[in-house]
């Protein structure tokens, strides 16, 4: 008989420590808001300090004491090092290749790292859900030396096809990217509540690399649509420790 153990931590905070460890020190991290925003302050309070978070309303190296609210939040000006214009955001730190990670959540994903934050539905003009939209995601996702992903995992997320490609990720494989001349390597890391994926060096594929600790390869492979492949090597994502729980936990009750 396998003994039950408590968790003393939910899903949620497992996925946001598990895409916190994923940045270290020094790294200039374009930040998404909601998901992405939670880990890389998370990372910025616990093992890396000097991370500079850049958001799209042109705040460079804010340190928010609480999560802001979207990329006009007053707090990420208010604790900037520099505020910039919008089109200097994109035009001398993003297009050049000067942010190292961009940090990206999702509404649909498919294997092959695309996002889609535009429309559910086949039918761009009477879909079924029209979602917020591309934002600056796309020059993100096409510019950045990286790009990790943070969502949670289902069906109606997780998708062999995206219905809109918002954010090219490795299109129908690899190659694809180098064929548009997009610089950026794409989607590198894939980080949900469930473990961790990575793309396939010879295909780009997503591939489960990691399960968080109480989740089995077969609630992975129900969580997706598509035939999940998983790697030789699986590993098993430590669980949160308490000072990043108390961080996390701190991180989201500031007012």
Not at 148 to 156: E, T
Request: hydrophobic residues 40%.
């Amino acid at each position: 008989m396998t003994a039950t153990v408590e968790r003393t931590y939910t899903s949620d905070e497992m996925m946001s420590v598990a895409a916190a460890r994923a940045l270290s020190g020094g790294q200039r991290v374009f930040v998404g808001i909601g998901l992405p925003s939670t880990a890389a302050n998370l990372a910025r309070r616990t093992h890396a300090g000097d991370l500079v978070l850049i958001y799209e309303s042109g705040t460079l190296g804010s340190k928010p004491t609480r999560l802001p609210a979207s990329i006009g939040d007053g707090i990420l000006a208010d604790t900037a090092d520099a505020v910039i214009s919008v089109p200097e955001v994109f035009n001398y730190w993003l297009q050049p290749g000067r942010i190292d990670v961009g940090f990206l959540g999702a509404a649909q994903l498919d294997k092959f790292g695309n996002i889609n934050t535009t429309v559910i539905g086949t039918d761009y003009a009477d879909p079924k859900v029209r979602l917020p939209g591309a934002g600056g995601a796309p020059e993100i996702a096409a510019n950045c030396h990286e790009v990790y992903v943070v969502v949670r995992q289902s069906k109606r997320s997780f998708v062999e096809q995206v219905d809109f490609i918002t954010s090219f990720g490795h299109g129908r494989g690899k190659g694809d990217r180098e064929k548009l001349g997009l610089p950026g390597a794409g989607p590198t890391l894939v980080i949900t509540d469930l473990g961790v994926m990575r793309p396939d060096p010879d295909t780009a594929e997503l591939v489960l690399t990691q399960i968080h600790e109480g989740v089995t390869v077969e609630q992975v492979k129900e969580a997706t649509g598509w035939d999940l492949k998983v790697a030789p090597d699986l590993t098993t994502t430590p669980a949160p420790t308490e000072a990043e729980l108390t961080a996390l936990r701190e991180l989201k009750a500031a007012k």
